[in-house]
């Protein structure tokens, strides 16, 4: 067994016995890394499993393509396998990557020099901003290294706005736009509330569109993704699923939803009483 191997086959055990943390995701993204720096076909191939482990299945298929023996059966059939894979899936379910201290460290101070949102407060961390090479904010013309993941609701496409632009409702009266696509329709808000939500916050990545939530009178606070694991992580499975089910929506969530999977939650909390709530959207 080569070297590599045996430290994929140690760092999945710490990943299976770990249930998927950050930190075993962490040390995965790592080794995976140092093994692209390789060009033996050992490495290359345990590239590919770990590229798998982490469902990252359109750059499995990608990279098995250029190495598989196309006379070995078994061989074949894996590639077949992740040809289906990469069609079906792509990279679009993979794990995402978690930062590493220093970069977590770095991302806090950036934090600090954004605008607050009310009812989404950290959209950097549930996706919906990002950051990455800079762009011109189509609405105030100046650039940013951190902007909207999404378009808003718009009759033309507007890409790449701001986080400022956005949190004092420039962009949503320059582009006649929303942020928001529905909410519980059983309350009404007063007008200050209402517009708050739907043009000075940043929506958040979903099958059907976001669908917000309210208690006690307002609109709550979005906080991200979730799966069953995450709440049970958080330690507030038991309470979330126990309101869930009393709306009749969806049957036995519990067994199959999944962060960012076909069933996907969505997990609110209200601003006022603390309670959580949870939205659940599928493909």
């Known amino acids: 067994m080569n070297e ?28 995976a890394d140092r093994l692209s720096k390789h060009t033996e076909k050992e490495a290359i191939e345990v590239l590919v499993d770990v590229y798998q482990l982490l469902y990252k299945m359109e750059s499995a298929y990608k990279l098995y393509e250029s190495i598989y023996d196309k ?44 605008p607050k949102f009310r009812y ?46 956005i949190s004092n409702g420039e962009a949503a009266k320059k582009f006649d736009a929303d942020f928001i696509q529905d909410v519980d329709d059983d309350f009404v808000p007063d007008k200050e509330k209402r517009d708050e939500l739907f043009y000075r916050t940043p929506g958040y990545l979903s099958w059907q569109g976001e669908y917000w939530l309210y208690c006690c009178n307002d609109y709550c606070a979005y906080l991200g993704s979730v799966g069953t694991k995450e709440l049970k992580e958080m330690g507030i499975a038991e309470e979330v699923f126990e309101e869930y089910n009393k ?37």
């Not at 950050?22 to 993204?29: I, P």
């Not at 006379?71 to 079906?88: A, H, M, P, V, Y």
């Not at 969806?250 to 960012?260: A, R």
């Not at 709530?277 to 599928?282: A, C, K, S």
């Open 4 to 31: 590599f191997l045996k430290e994929y086959i140690s760092l999945k055990e710490n990943f299976v016995k770990h249930h998927e943390n950050e930190a075993s995701v962490l040390a995965l993204y790592e080794f």
């Open 71 to 114: 006379t070995d059966r078994k061989q074949i059939k894996k590639f077949l396998g992740l040809k289906d894979l990469n069609e079906s899936h792509g990279d679009r379910f993979a794990t995402p990557r978690p930062l590493n201290k220093k970069e977590r460290l770095k991302r806090e101070e950036r934090k600090k020099l954004l």
């Open 120 to 165: 989404h407060p950290d959209p950097l961390e549930t996706g919906s901003f990002i950051e990455g090479e800079a762009k011109i904010c189509p609405c105030c013309g100046k650039e940013s290294n951190t902007y909207y993941v999404k378009s808003p609701y718009a009759v033309d496409d507007v890409d790449y706005l701001c986080p400022v632009c």
């Open 247 to 283: 709306r009749k929506e969806f049957n036995d969530i519990e067994e199959y939803l999944e962060k960012d999977g076909s069933i996907c939650g969505y997990l609110f909390r209200c601003l006022h009483c603390g309670k959580h709530h949870l939205w659940v959207d599928v493909d």
